[in-house]
């Protein structure tokens, strides 16, 4: 549910033309030399693949030490993570 709606809204956000300032990179690759969309994942112009494979890296680190239902820190129902974080 959440999830899905940030990623529509920074689908959204993107083709309209708002991107992150300065570079995504060391060799100088702004934030908005990608294409938006599915583009920026397959394509001639996407995101390398070792930096997609360093976002669903940090996604999985996220969702196995960070992003867990601790029981006693205010969970009120099923992903609720008012866990400090």
Known sequence: GRISQLASLGNIITRAGVHLGGNIDYSGDSFDS???????????????DKGTVQIFCFIGLLELFVM????????????DFRNGY
């Open 34 to 48: 990608y294409p938006n969309g599915l583009a920026a994942l397959f394509g001639p112009d996407s995101v390398p």
């Open 68 to 79: 867990k239902d601790i029981a006693g820190t205010g969970n009120e129902f099923v992903g």
